[in-house]
């Protein structure tokens, strides 16, 4: 991603959409905050053009994932009075599996499917699970990293395609900012800083 090409509208919605994941076929899953029924999620098809309501209810879901074989979306939701991971077949089936009990949000894949990462305060928390023909826990969730920043609607964490790294939002002496900051030709920073001996 270089800026190079043009700006093409994707969805145009008159409640702003806020997307979370993105399906290797091509579909994007988003939520909408409607005044009526609160935040929904919503699924948009690339290929034809379409946005479809994915699960409407009088509760809050957001932060929808796509798992990495598009068959599982797994959101938060607060229908059980508070914030818990849920998932659902992609697409539904009406079918709903809460994940979590005693709080979860922003749920995230591994690259290879076979763990569920969430976050629970401000830990990040990992449950393996298989997502063959039904989706089943395969042992006890283990903490991964805290503190992580785990606020606001999107989440603040991704997980590297070798399964074994984090990007996450962390605080720094206590607090938190609103900053980016990214490091380019971060082994050159680092030899400038601290020189190693040769």
Same mark, same amino acid.
């Given at each position: #991603?270089?800026?190079?090409?043009? $700006? /093409?509208?994707?969805?145009?919605?008159?409640?702003?959409?806020?997307?979370?994941?993105?399906?290797?076929?091509?579909?994007?899953?988003? %939520?909408?905050? @409607?005044?009526?029924?609160?935040?929904? !999620?919503? $699924?948009?098809? +690339?290929?034809?053009?379409?946005?479809?309501?994915? %699960?409407?209810?009088?509760?809050?879901?957001?932060?929808?994932?796509? &798992?990495?074989?598009? /068959?599982? +979306?797994?959101?938060? &939701? @607060?229908?059980?009075?508070?914030?818990?991971? =849920?998932?659902?077949?992609?697409?539904?089936?009406?079918?709903?599996?809460?994940?979590?009990?005693?709080?979860?949000?922003?749920?995230?894949?591994?690259?290879?499917?076979? #763990? !569920?990462?969430?976050?629970?305060?401000? *830990?990040?928390?990992?449950?393996?699970?298989?997502?063959?023909?039904?989706?089943? /826990?395969?042992?006890?969730?283990?903490? #991964? !990293?805290?503190?992580? +920043?785990? =606020?606001?609607?999107?989440?603040?964490?991704?997980?590297?395609?070798?399964?074994?790294?984090? !990007? #996450?939002?962390?605080?720094?002496?206590? *607090? %938190?900012?609103?900053?980016? *900051?990214?490091? $380019?030709?971060?082994?050159?920073?680092?030899?400038?800083?601290?020189?190693?001996? /040769?």
């Amino acid at each position: #991603v270089d800026g190079s090409g043009p $700006v /093409r509208r994707v969805l145009e919605a008159d409640i702003p959409p806020y997307p979370t994941s993105w399906s290797g076929d091509g579909v994007i899953a988003y %939520y909408e905050m @409607d005044p009526e029924s609160m935040r929904d !999620l919503w $699924v948009y098809r +690339l290929a034809d053009s379409t946005a479809t309501p994915f %699960y409407e209810t009088e509760f809050n879901e957001k932060g929808a994932s796509f &798992s990495p074989d598009g /068959r599982w +979306l797994a959101y938060t &939701s @607060d229908e059980s009075g508070t914030d818990e991971v =849920w998932v659902q077949p992609y697409p539904s089936t009406g079918q709903k599996i809460r994940v979590t009990d005693g709080g979860g949000t922003d749920p995230g894949w591994s690259p290879d499917g076979r #763990v !569920l990462y969430y976050g629970r305060g401000e *830990q990040l928390l990992a449950l393996p699970v298989d997502v063959g023909a039904t989706f089943r /826990r395969t042992g006890s969730e283990r903490l #991964v !990293l805290e503190p992580v +920043l785990f =606020w606001g609607n999107m989440r603040r964490y991704d997980v590297h395609p070798d399964g074994r790294h984090f !990007l #996450v939002v962390r605080p720094i002496g206590g *607090q %938190y900012s609103n900053e980016i *900051q990214v490091v $380019v030709n971060g082994f050159e920073l680092l030899e400038r800083v601290a020189p190693t001996a /040769r």
